[in-house]
T-cell receptor, first 112, second 116 residues
Framework: QKEVEQNSGPLSVPEGAIASLNCTYSDRGSQSFFWYRQYSGKSPELIMFIYSNGDKEDGRFTAQLNKASQYVSLLIRDSQPSDSATYLCAVNGIGGYNKLIFGAGTRLAVHP | DVKVTQSSRYLVKRTGEKVFLECVQDMDHENMFWYRQDPGLGLRLIYFSYDVKMKEKGDIPEGYSVSREKKERFSLILESASTNQTSMYLC???????????????FGQGTRLTVV
């Protein structure tokens, strides 16, 4: 089993809709969870991070964490064509050294 | 602004050559990482360093080695380049302990390596 799993997509949503991206992880000791966005040919950039169970909102983005189910999600409200990118879920691994393990990423396509 | 700088944006090397990829960060981060990114496979960790001269193997260390002689610099070495090492290589750095204000890893611009 991979440490961090994501559906590779592509996930296609119409402009203005809610995009829902999901991620599961295997290490129950993980404490920090990150969502990165990566445009084609560019480096990943952080969108949000979350530590605690529940929801965390930042503008159009909401991260949701459920540690019991080992599940992290990212909701993008009012999706725009500029949101079209690959979204990478990352989890800090065991050992306390903040070593980040990434999922394979989900490609999101927002069509007008 | 955090800066993670990789020495080359594009590299073309021949099979069997020894290849050095350099990465420098200016944020006094303890952790530095080398990832490889291939289509459909996401970012796979090659090596990780949490301090000067300290290193840990990641998921795919075979064919690679690393060097961390100074805190700000982390080098990835391909001892004898092969065509299956053609890929995008990304360097990243972060604080060792996840901090509330800046927990994330910051990435360099990437090096696209082609081995012919």
């Amino acid at each position: 089993q991979k440490e961090v799993e994501q559906n590779s997509g592509p996930l296609s949503v119409p402009e203005g809709a809610i995009a829902s991206l999901n991620c599961t992880y295997s290490d129950r000791g993980s404490q920090s969870f990150f969502w990165y966005r990566q445009y084609s040919g560019k480096s990943p950039e952080l969108i949000m991070f979350i530590y605690s169970n529940g929801d965390k909102e930042d503008g159009r983005f909401t991260a949701q964490l459920n540690k019991a189910s080992q599940y992290v999600s990212l909701l993008i409200r009012d999706s725009q064509p500029s949101d079209s990118a690959t979204y990478l879920c990352a989890v800090n691994g065991i050992g306390g050294y903040n070593k980040l393990i990434f999922g394979a990423g989900t490609r999101l396509a927002v069509h007008p | 602004d955090v800066k993670v700088t990789q020495s080359s944006r594009y590299l073309v090397k021949r099979t069997g050559e020894k290849v050095f990829l350099e990465c420098v960060q200016d944020m006094d981060h303890e952790n530095m990482f080398w990832y490889r990114q291939d289509p459909g496979l996401g970012l796979r960790l090659i090596y990780f360093s949490y301090d000067v001269k300290m290193k840990e193997k990641g998921d795919i260390p075979e064919g690679y080695s690393v060097s961390r002689e100074k805190k700000e610099r982390f080098s990835l070495i391909l001892e004898s380049a092969s065509t299956n090492q053609t890929s995008m290589y990304l360097c990243a750095s972060s604080f060792r302990r996840s901090r509330a204000r800046e927990p994330e890893a910051f990435f360099g611009q990437g090096t696209r390596l082609t081995v012919v």
